[in-house]
């Protein structure tokens, strides 16, 4: 799905990635679920480029359904995985948090269920990362930077893209609650510190970008500081 020339989406607003679409070549923003592969080559179709043109795949942080394919990509094509140094061990599969599960409604988590079953909620978890931390911009197009939001888990990340004019959040915000339906930015379930989560977004306010994209829901088209408010007005309820 093209969200803008050099910004494309696979998934859709349960589960989502993103392709930062450059003439050097392709950034990966999270690899989403197991089956997502499938979209991820029929979109590459779509641009006329191939799974050779991924220079890279960026995770915001070490979640299964962020963590998705990166191995696979990582093994068949060689690709590098970045992830924050604190969610390093999270993405090779290490113990998490059991956080509270929170509130919820039937139909909106029969549809991230069923969407989980379609395409696979176990990865394939990762054996070779390369760690990043917070303010190192990697050498992968559209110059990704790092901005570190820890608190959905200790390496939680934001990546930014200044030629891009986006920054991809994972889940430090959603724009659709997976387990309740509520829509427009809000908090992240299973978070680890919500306190925490909360002031990191105090992280996005400086950065200059068109696009606020989210692991979970639709794309938010405005400021990082205005999704950053919405958040919290949310939770002030």
């Given at each position: 799905?093209?969200?803008?020339?050099?910004?494309?989406?696979?998934?859709?607003?349960?589960?989502?990635?993103?392709?930062?679409?450059?003439?050097?070549?392709?950034?990966?923003?999270?690899?989403?679920?197991?089956?997502?592969?499938?979209?991820?080559?029929?979109?590459?179709?779509s641009?006329?480029?191939?799974?050779?043109?991924?220079r890279?795949?960026?995770?915001?942080?070490g979640?299964?359904?962020?963590?998705?394919?990166?191995?696979?990509?990582?093994?068949?094509?060689?690709?590098?995985?970045?992830?924050?140094?604190?969610d390093?061990?999270?993405?090779?599969?290490?113990?998490?948090?059991?956080?509270?599960?929170?509130?919820?409604?039937?139909?909106?988590?029969?549809?991230?269920?069923?969407?989980?079953?379609?395409?696979?909620?176990?990865?394939?978890?990762?054996?070779?990362?390369?760690?990043?931390?917070?303010?190192?911009?990697?050498?992968?197009?559209?110059?990704?930077l790092?901005?570190?939001?820890?608190?959905?888990?200790?390496?939680s990340?934001?990546?930014?893209?200044?030629?891009?004019?986006?920054?991809?959040?994972?889940?430090?915000?959603?724009?659709?609650?997976?387990?309740?339906?509520?829509t427009?930015?809000?908090?992240?379930p299973?978070?680890?510190?919500?306190?925490?989560?909360?002031?990191?977004?105090?992280?996005?306010?400086?950065?200059?970008?068109?696009?606020?994209?989210?692991?979970?829901?639709?794309?938010?088209?405005?400021s990082?500081?205005?999704?950053?408010?919405?958040?919290?007005?949310?939770?002030?309820?």
């Amino acid at each position: 799905m093209r969200l803008a020339p050099s910004i494309h989406r696979i998934g859709n607003d349960i589960v989502a990635s993103y392709l930062i679409v450059t003439s050097e070549g392709i950034t990966l923003v999270d690899a989403g679920l197991p089956g997502m592969y499938a979209d991820l080559g029929r979109e590459l179709g779509s641009l006329g480029r191939t799974l050779d043109d991924i220079r890279g795949v960026v995770l915001t942080h070490g979640d299964s359904d962020h963590v998705g394919f990166a191995e696979r990509l990582r093994r068949e094509h060689d690709v590098p995985v970045f992830v924050h140094a604190a969610d390093a061990e999270r993405a090779r599969g290490g113990d998490k948090p059991k956080n509270p599960v929170g509130p919820m409604r039937l139909g909106p988590l029969l549809r991230f269920a069923a969407f989980g079953l379609r395409k696979g909620m176990r990865p394939r978890w990762l054996t070779e990362v390369r760690e990043v931390t917070d303010g190192d911009t990697l050498d992968l197009p559209g110059r990704p930077l790092i901005v570190g939001m820890p608190g959905h888990s200790p390496g939680s990340i934001a990546v930014y893209s200044d030629a891009v004019r986006a920054v991809f959040v994972g889940d430090a915000l959603t724009t659709r609650h997976v387990l309740t339906g509520r829509t427009g930015p809000g908090p992240a379930p299973f978070t680890d510190d919500p306190a925490e989560a909360l002031a990191s977004l105090d992280r996005l306010a400086g950065l200059d970008a068109d696009w606020v994209l989210p692991g979970h829901g639709a794309a938010f088209h405005g400021s990082p500081s205005k999704a950053a408010e919405a958040v919290r007005a949310a939770t002030r309820g």
